[in-house]
C-alpha cells in the first residue's frame, strides 16, 4: 500500500467502526478528494457522512467544531496546507482552546486531514509546511507520518484521541512511499518518535543523531548512507508526533551521540527546529559534542524554480552531518 | 445550463456607443483572444512535455472575458485576479515573452521564475497579481480602488473571481468595504459553472451570483459571454460608473472552461456532450466568423493568425533559451538582495 491508500483504508475502517465519523471538505465525495485520498468513501457511506462543501476553509472548520461539540467525529479535509489560513481563526481562536475554556466540559475532538510540504513544483500557494504555525498554538496535536504503516496507525489514533489533532499529510511521498499495512484495526501511539537507523559514537568515531519527520525522513536516510561511506554513522529519529514531541526518545539519543541535525522544510526561523533545539539545550546541555544544527527551507516564500534548492534535500545535509561530526 | 435559466437572465441594451472602426476594433480584441489561446495551447504542450511543473489552470474558453472588459479600461487602470491569470496578463499587455519564461521558472518571467503559473505581476501594466489563495485578492483589490480615490486619479479597478470565491468569507469583506467606502471597482466573477469538480448547483444555495450585490446595495450585471464586443459594453458601463461616480459594481459573467480546472484534472465531472456543446459557443470562433461575415477579409486575418503565430514561437524559443536563477537567489531574505525595496 502506498500513502494514499492507507490512509483511505484507515478513514473506511473507522466510519464502519464509529458511526459518528463525518468526512467534509472541498470534492472529497464525488470526485475523492484531489488526491484522492477519500475516494470510494461517498459510495459507500453517502452524502451524510462524506460531505462535499463549497470553497469556504473558515465554514468547513467551523461547522466541524460546532459537530464536534454535539459529539460527532467531524474528519475536515483542507485541500494543500496553504488553503487553512482563512480558517486559521477557527483553530486558533475556537478549537485548540475549547476544552480549557469550558473547564473541561467540551473537546472539539476531530482531525484535521492536509497535505503539506513541497516537492511538487506547487510554488508559493501549494508546497508550505507550517507545522510551527500550528505546535506553536496551545491545545493542538499535530502528527506527520513519513510511510503508510503508521500513516494509518496514527491515523486511527488521531480519530480515537479525545482532542483535536491536526494530521499532516507529506504530500511529495504519497505514492512514492509503499510498505506492508496490516488489515484491520491497529493504532500507532501519539507522541512516540521512532529510531529508524541506529547509531553507536566511540573514541575517535563520532555519530550524529538527525531528528526528521515526513519527507525529508527519506532525504535524512539518503544523507546518512552517504556519510557512512565517509565514516561517520546517523541515529535517525521519525518523530512522527510533532507535538506533543516525544522529547525522551530524543534526549536519549542525543545523550548517545552528542550531535544532532534538525531537517525541516518549513523556513528556518522559528521553525519547529528551533523548539527542538531549544528542548535539547534544556536538556542535554552537557552532552553536547557539537552545536546543534538546523537544516531547513529559506527564511523566504517557497519558490516555484529552485524548489530542489530550497528543500533541506540529501545534498544538503550531507555537509551538515560531516561538519557536526568533525566539529 | 438549460434553456429556461438561459432565458432567466435579462439580455439588456446599452446607452453606450461602441468604438469607431468597429471592425477594426474587433479585429484587434480578435487578435489578443487568439493570443492568449496559443500561447495556453503551447503551455499545455510544454507541460506535457515537463518543461512547466506544477500546477498550470488555463484559461481556454474565457478569453473573451479578459479581453472585453480590458477593452473597457485605460492603460492605467488596474486589474487583480486569481491564479487562472494568464489570460488577464496578455489582455492587460503583458509580453507573451515574460508570460512564458515564468511558465518555465526563468529568470527572465515576470517574477523571475519564482511565481510560475499563478502569481503573474506586471508594474508595466498596472497587473497587479495573480493569486491563489481563493478569494484572498478581493479585499485586496478593493483597497487598490481604496487608494485611487484616496489620491483622486480616476483609476479604477478590476477584480476577477472565479464563482467558487462567492463562498469565502474574502469575497464578502472586500464587496462590504467597496460598497460602504464607494470605491471605483468592478468585481467580475467568471461564473464558469464549476469550482474544481463542484458544479454551481452545489456550491450556492442562489446560483445568481449578481444577487450578492443586492445585500450590499451596489449595483450588479449578469449576462453570458457570447461576444466580445457585449463584455466590453456590459463591463464598460461598471467602468463608467467607477471612474464617474466612484461606485462599486458586482458583474456575474457566465462563461465556461474548456480544459480541465487544472492540467491534472480529467474533468470526469462533466460529460463530453456539455463540453461539445459549449465549444459551439466559442466567443473566440464567433468573432473569426463575424468578422469574415462583416468583410474584414480573410487575408488580413490570416496574416493576422501568421503574426501571432511568430509571437507565440518567439516567446517559446525565448523561455527556452532564459537561464535558470541562480540558486543563491534563496540566500536572501524576502527584503533582501534583489528583492530590496
Ligand atoms: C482558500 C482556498 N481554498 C481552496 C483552494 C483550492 N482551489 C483552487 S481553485 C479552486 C476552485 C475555484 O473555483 P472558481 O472560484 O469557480 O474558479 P475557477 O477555477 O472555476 O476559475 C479550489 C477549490 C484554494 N486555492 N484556496
Ligand atoms: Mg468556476
Known amino acids: 500500500m502506498n500513502l494514499v491508500q492507507a490512509i483511505n483504508d484507515a478513514l473506511k475502517l473507522e466510519m464502519k467502526r464509529d458511526p459518528r465519523v463525518v468526512v467534509l471538505g472541498e470534492d472529497v465525495g464525488r470526485v475523492g478528494g484531489v488526491f484522492r485520498v477519500t475516494q470510494g468513501l461517498w459510495d459507500e457511506f453517502g452524502d451524510d457522512r462524506v460531505v462535499d462543501t463549497p470553497l469556504s476553509e473558515g465554514g468547513i472548520l467551523g461547522t466541524a467544531i460546532g459537530m464536534a461539540l454535539y459529539g460527532l467525529v467531524p474528519v475536515p479535509e483542507i485541500q494543500f496546507a496553504d488553503f487553512i489560513f482563512p480558517g486559521y481563526d477557527q483553530i486558533v481562536s475556537e478549537l485548540a482552546k475549547m476544552r480549557w475554556r469550558s473547564g473541561g466540559e467540551y473537546s472539539a475532538k476531530m482531525v484535521v486531514r492536509t497535505p503539506v510540504g513541497g516537492g511538487i513544483r506547487g510554488g508559493l500557494y501549494h508546497s508550505q509546511s507550517p507545522e510551527s504555525l500550528f505546535i506553536h498554538v496551545a491545545g493542538l496535536k499535530v502528527v506527520c507520518p513519513a510511510n503508510p504503516y503508521d500513516a494509518k496507525g496514527l491515523l486511527l489514533a488521531s480519530l480515537r484521541d479525545p482532542d483535536p489533532v491536526l494530521f499532516f499529510e507529506p504530500k511529495r511521498i504519497y505514492r512514492a512511499s509503499r510498505g506492508d499495512v496490516p488489515e484491520g484495526d491497529y493504532t500507532v501511539e501519539l507522541g512516540k518518535a521512532k529510531i529508524v537507523r541506529e547509531a553507536e559514537a566511540a573514541p575517535g568515531k563520532p555519530a550524529v543523531t538527525i531528528l526528521a519527520w515526513g519527507a525529508m525522513l527519506y532525504e535524512a536516510v539518503a544523507a546518512a548512507e552517504k556519510a557512512l561511506e565517509l565514516g561517520v554513522e546517523c541515529e535517525i529519529v521519525d518523530l512522527r508526533t510533532l507535538w506533543p514531541v516525544d522529547v525522551e526518545t530524543i534526549a536519549a539519543s542525543v545523550e548517545k551521540t552528542g550531535r544532532v541535525i534538525v531537517v525541516h522544510e518549513a523556513p528556518k526561523t522559528c521553525g519547529f527546529g528551533a523548539e527542538l533545539v531549544a528542548l535539547i539545550n534544556e536538556r542535554c546541555f552537557l552532552s553536547l559534542e557539537a552545536p546543534p544544527v538546523r537544516v531547513a527551507g529559506f527564511d523566504t516564500p517557497f519558490p516555484y524554480t529552485l524548489e530542489m534548492d530550497y528543500l533541506p534535500l540529501a545534498h544538503r545535509i550531507l555537509p551538515a552531518i560531516v561538519e557536526t561530526a568533525r566539529y | ?341
Open chain 2, 1 to 341: 445550463m438549460s434553456q429556461s435559466d438561459t432565458q432567466q437572465i435579462p439580455q439588456q441594451e446599452s446607452p453606450l456607443t461602441r468604438p469607431s472602426g468597429q471592425l477594426d476594433h474587433l479585429a484587434d480584441l480578435y487578435r489578443q483572444m487568439l493570443l492568449i489561446r496559443r500561447v495556453e495551447e503551447e503551455a499545455a504542450r510544454a507541460y506535457a512535455q515537463g518543461k512547466i511543473g506544477g500546477f498550470l489552470h488555463l484559461y481556454i474558453g474565457q478569453e473573451a472575458v479578459a479581453v472585453g472588459s480590458i477593452a473597457a479600461l485605460k492603460p492605467e487602470d488596474y486589474v487583480v485576479t486569481t491564479y487562472r491569470d494568464h489570460g488577464v496578463a496578455l489582455a492587460k499587455g503583458m509580453s507573451a515573452r515574460a508570460l512564458m519564461a515564468e511558465l518555465f521558472g526563468k529568470a527572465t518571467g515576470c517574477s523571475k521564475g519564482l511565481g510560475g503559473s499563478m502569481h503573474m505581476f506586471d508594474a508595466q501594466t498596472n497587473m497587479l497579481g495573480g493569486y491563489g489563495i481563493v478569494g484572498g485578492h478581493i479585499p485586496l483589490a478593493a483597497g487598490v480602488a481604496f487608494a485611487s480615490k484616496y489620491r483622486a486619479d480616476g483609476r479604477v479597478t478590476l477584480c476577477y473571481f472565479g464563482e467558487g470565491a462567492v463562498s469565502i468569507g474574502g469575497f464578502h469583506e472586500g464587496v462590504s468595504l467597496a460598497a460602504l467606502w464607494k470605491l471605483p471597482i468592478v468585481f467580475i466573477c467568471e461564473n464558469n459553472e464549476y469550482s474544481m469538480g463542484t458544479p454551481l448547483s452545489r456550491s450556492m444555495s442562489v446560483e445568481d451570483v449578481s444577487m450578492k450585490a443586492l445585500g450590499y446595495g451596489i449595483d450588479r450585471d449578469r449576462f453570458f459571454v457570447e461576444d466580445v464586443l457585449d463584455v466590453e459594453q456590459r463591463i464598460g458601463e461598471a467602468v463608467q460608473r467607477a471612474r464617474e461616480m466612484s461606485l462599486p459594481t458586482l458583474v456575474e459573467v457566465r462563461t465556461y472552461r474548456f480544459r480541465g480546472h487544472s492540467m491534472s484534472d480529467p474533468a470526469k465531472y462533466r460529460t463530453q456532450q456539455e463540453l461539445e456543446e459549449r465549444k459551439k459557443k466559442d466567443p473566440l470562433f464567433r468573432a473569426r466568423v463575424k468578422l469574415v461575415d462583416e468583410g474584414y477579409g480573410e487575408s488580413r486575418l490570416k496574416a493576422l493568425e501568421e503574426a501571432i503565430e511568430a509571437e507565440v514561437a518567439d516567446a517559446v524559443e525565448f523561455a527556452n533559451t532564459s537561464p535558470e536563477p541562480d540558486p543563491s537567489l534563496l540566500e536572501s531574505t524576502t527584503y533582501d538582495g534583489p528583492f530590496a525595496a
